[in-house]
């Protein structure tokens, strides 16, 4: 999904690898959920989210969607999924007590927080703390990949790229696309390759 960043916290020193060391420990959140009330805009989903979620509370990706629990949303142009809200706009995983109903199997821009993804020209990507995108940062700092918690981290990354790829030439295709009903071709084929198969 397309945001401001802020240039600052991407300059070359600045940019991490799954193997380096940030400042992003929150301690447990001391259970405040902001993250999760707050979110601004509709948490994304990838093709590897929708794997996890599906494997981890046996639903299908049609059972997840008719149970409110994905919605499809337009972002940047094209029809995705992502997590669904309540009716005070927090995200529907949230349990009453400000805690995380799905934390083994939540979405990468929730293990992510408050690190993003920077995409590079040669194919591999970089990590980036968000600085001011959390206040109950500690300042004690973990390994990256320890971080965001996936057994595999070097599948994950690879799944990422291959998938972030992927969206990215739907989007270019879908801006050269010549009508509104190829449009929808190519946003159908998408979904259908990526996640109504899951």
């Known amino acids: 999904m397309l945001r401001e960043i802020n240039e600052n916290w991407i300059t070359e020193d600045k940019l991490l690898s799954a193997n380096d060391e940030a400042a992003v420990v929150c301690n447990d959140c001391a259970g405040c959920s902001e993250c ?21 509370l046996n639903y299908s990706f049609e059972g997840l969607l008719s149970a409110g629990l994905v919605r499809f949303d337009v972002v940047d142009g094209v029809v995705l999924p992502g997590l669904g809200v309540d009716e ?31 995409y590079h020209d040669d194919g591999s990507f970089s990590y980036f703390l968000q600085e001011s995108e959390c206040g109950r940062r500690t300042g004690e700092k973990i390994k990256v990949a320890d971080w965001l918690g996936y057994d595999d981290i070097e599948d994950y990354e690879k799944q990422v790229r291959i998938y972030h790829d992927a969206l990215k030439e739907l989007k270019e295709n879908c801006k050269n696309a010549r009508s509104a009903e190829e449009v929808t071709a190519l946003q159908s084929a998408f979904l259908k390759k990526w996640f109504l198969n899951a």
């Open 36 to 56: 999760c009330t707050e979110t601004g805009c509709m948490i994304i989903l990838d093709a590897y989210d929708v794997k996890m979620l599906v494997r981890e």
């Open 88 to 118: 005070k706009g927090a995200c529907a995983f949230l349990g009453k007590n400000g805690r995380c109903s799905i934390h083994n199997a939540r979405p990468g821009i929730c293990r992510l927080f408050p690190l993003a993804r920077i």
